[in-house]
Each structure stands twice: as C-alpha cells, then as structure tokens.
C-alpha cells in the first residue's frame, strides 16, 4: 500500500512539475508578445505624431503669408491713425483691468 501511495505521489508530483514548466513557457510567450506589441504600439505613436507635427508645420506654412500680409496692415493703420490706435489701446488695458478686478 505505501509503494502504491509513493508511485501516486511521485506521479502527481511529476505532473505538476510538467504542469509547472509549461505555465513557465506560456508566460514567457505572453512576455514577448506584449513587448512586441508595446514596441508597435510605440512606433505607431511615433508615427502619428510625427504626421501631426508635418501637417501642422504645413498649414502654418501656408498660413504666414496672410499672417505677414495682416500684419503690416494693421501696422499701417497705427501708424496713419495714431490718436485712435491710442484710445483702442486705453480701452483693451481698460477692459483687462475691469476683468481682473471682478475675480
């Protein structure tokens, strides 16, 4: 009876083992492939990021001429209406500080 109970035990034993051993190698599989996927998933962002920036970086490209254009008129209109730029300019500071004084 106790051979008996020793080869079920020893049986058991090797069983878990093998049981053991591949649970082992599953996680190791498991490991590899979420480092894969963390690697693609990384590159993917970097990828997105970087047609983000290249279309941005264009539009604002397109975009300076106007700005530049804008810019010199509004330029040009202080300078032809000085008394005018002046009063628009006293009434934004005005504005801000009624703004800041409610908070």
């Known amino acids: 009876m106790a051979s008996t109970f020793t080869k079920l035990r020893g049986e058991l034993s090797d069983d878990l083992e093998d049981q053991v051993s591949r649970l082992r190698n599953e996680v190791a599989s498991l490991r ?10 990384y590159s993917d962002s970097r990828d997105t990021a970087s047609d983000l920036y290249d279309d941005l970086a264009g539009r604002v490209a397109d975009a300076l001429p106007h700005i530049r254009k804008q810019s010199r008129a509004v330029r040009q209109t202080a300078s032809d209406h000085p ?6 300019g006293v009434a934004l500071v005005g504005l801000i500080v009624g703004f800041m004084s409610r908070r």
Do not use: E, N, S
């Open 32 to 41: 590899k492939t979420l480092a894969r996927r963390g690697a693609h998933a």
């Open 83 to 88: 008394l005018t730029t002046a009063l628009v």
